[in-house]
């Protein structure tokens, strides 16, 4: 199993910063991805942005494109997501998730979710 516990949401005026993190714990394997997921109020789950354990590799929505940076750090088995230049149509509530084979972009590719934080950006 592993376990996943999304934090760092909160309110933000549009041009803002914020700064999410996944603490993962549990099996994981050099193998696993980690991505970044938002919901919007009536809408489908949408992938923002996801990264390779083991090779780096980074995968980004093209709306987040240039804004967003994902990282990791594998010490505290924490993933980030870094947001800048945020945009009212950001708002949503984001969830980190793991899987252990892509496609990255698809939800459905994904075995383990974090509860979700909410992000709120403000015009």
């Known amino acids: 199993q592993v376990r996943l516990v999304a934090s760092g949401g909160g309110l933000v005026q549009a041009g803002g910063s914020l700064r999410l993190s996944c603490a993962t714990s549990g099996r994981t394997t050099s193998s696993y991805a980690m991505g970044w997921f938002r919901q919007a109020p009536g809408k489908e789950r949408e992938f923002v942005a996801a990264i390779r354990w083991s090779s780096r590799s980074t995968y980004y929505a093209d709306s987040v494109k240039g804004r967003f940076t994902i990282s990791r750090d594998n010490a505290k088995n924490t993933v980030y997501l870094q947001m800048n230049s945020l945009k009212p149509e950001d708002t949503a509530v984001y969830y980190c998730?793991?899987?252990?084979?892509?496609?990255?972009?698809?939800?459905?590719?994904?075995?383990?979710w974090g509860q979700g934080t909410q992000v709120t950006v403000s015009s």
């Open positions: 998730a793991a899987c252990n084979q892509g496609p990255y972009r698809d939800y459905a590719s994904y075995d383990y």
